[in-house]
């Protein structure tokens, strides 16, 4: 039986460094080795998985991953936001914006006349 995994590949990028090394730091201060680094970050996401499948899958990774290829592993868990603070959240922004928009509104009627400027509502 095939596991149907849904999977997303996020392009990664290329990290490079370049080190400099005496060859000698005693005696020929001056002869000087270089080596380049080339990092390649890559982020495959799993979807949906349970605990045991993503064991299995990760230990079937990391037997087959080739040398010089080095892999790190972080588990994310989504989760709902409870409704009583989602709810205290746009009470309290709401509230912080009448009260600028409020102030805004009463700078600008001091403005104009009260003739032109009408209130909404």
């Not at 080739?66 to 205290?88: D, H, N």
């Not at 912080?96 to 409020?102: F, L």
Request: hydrophobic content about 35%; aromatic content about 8%.
């Amino acid at each position: 039986e095939c596991l149907d995994i849904q999977s997303t590949m996020e392009p990664g990028k290329l990290v490079t460094g370049v080190y400099t090394v005496n060859k000698s730091p005693v005696v020929h201060g001056k002869h000087k080795d270089r080596f380049k680094r080339d990092l390649w970050n890559r982020k495959l996401i799993l979807h949906g998985i349970s605990g045991t499948t993503a064991d299995v899958y990760l230990s079937y990774v990391q037997r087959n991953i080739p040398a010089g290829v080095t892999m790190a592993i972080t588990e994310e868990r989504l989760t709902e936001i409870p409704l009583e603070f989602v709810k205290s959240f746009y009470s309290e922004t709401n509230d912080q914006v009448k009260q600028e928009v409020g102030n805004e509104f009463d700078s600008l009627r001091s403005l104009v006349n009260d003739d032109v400027f009408e209130e909404p509502g």
